[in-house]
């Protein structure tokens, strides 16, 4: 079965500081990765997409990792502001532009 | 310029009512999505359009839903005889092509439906 699970659940931090989302999913076949970052009320806005042979991409602050063998994604969020507090959705595409499968989402609290 | 737009933002509806949701994609992005996103849960795949016609609508729930996008621009999403359980946030997007899979999809920010 296609999934994509991600954890923490929800996470709280203080600003300044670092942290990472996990992704792990069993979609097959793989055809590629994107992390997308999604404000209370508003759409996801896509943050980074990985290909198979891709195994980091950097968007500002934010860094994300592959491993295409283990089927784990991660996503690092340095020096995090208040702005980061969002939700981040892993997304996993098994080939096709309409063959998405969505991960449920860590929901990330950055306090002052 | 103008991203994905959605209309109405939020919709209150009785249970058994018609209601249309709007979708003004990204000018010139010809891959129309829409999704249906639950509290705390991830978006749900419904109906994606390449140009005017539905390419897969595999997602569809049952046949109380359906799309249009009779001029491959503006969509819009149709919800017959409303229950309690299509409460939701319906997410549409976009796309430049669906031809390439690493196209970004761009998103709206949704319309919040109740049906009471």
């Known amino acids: 079965k296609n999934q994509v699970e991600q954890s923490p659940q929800s996470l709280i931090i203080l600003e300044g500081k670092n942290c990472t989302l996990q992704?792990?999913?069993?979609?097959?076949?793989?055809?590629?990765l994107r992390w997308y970052k999604q404000d209370t009320g508003r759409g996801p806005v896509s943050l980074t997409i990985?290909?198979?042979?891709?195994n980091t991409k950097s968007n500002g602050r934010y860094t994300a990792t592959l491993d295409a063998d283990t089927k784990q994604s991660s996503l690092h969020i340095t020096a995090s502001q208040l702005s980061d507090s969002a939700s981040y959705i892993c997304v996993v595409s098994g080939g096709g532009a309409n063959n998405l499968f969505f991960g449920t989402g860590t929901r990330l609290t950055v306090i002052p | 310029g103008a991203g994905v737009s959605q209309t109405p933002s939020n919709k209150v509806t009785e249970k058994g009512k018609y209601v249309e949701l709007r979708c003004d994609p990204i000018?010139?992005?010809?891959?129309l999505y829409w999704y249906r996103q639950s509290l705390g849960q991830g978006p749900e795949f419904l109906i994606y359009f390449q140009g005017t016609g539905a390419a897969d609508d595999s997602g569809l729930p049952n046949d109380r839903f359906f799309a249009v996008r009779p001029e491959g621009s503006v969509s819009t999403l149709k919800i017959q005889r409303t229950e309690r359980g299509d409460s939701a946030v319906y997410l549409c997007?976009?796309?430049?092509?669906?031809?390439?899979?690493?196209?970004?999809?761009?998103f709206g920010p949704g319309t919040r439906l109740t049906v009471l």
């Open positions: 992704c792990n999913y069993t979609v097959s076949p793989f055809s590629n």
């Open positions: 997007a976009s796309s430049l092509t669906s031809g390439r899979e690493t196209d970004t999809q761009y």
């Open positions: 000018s010139g992005h010809t891959a």
């Open positions: 990985m290909t198979f042979s891709e």
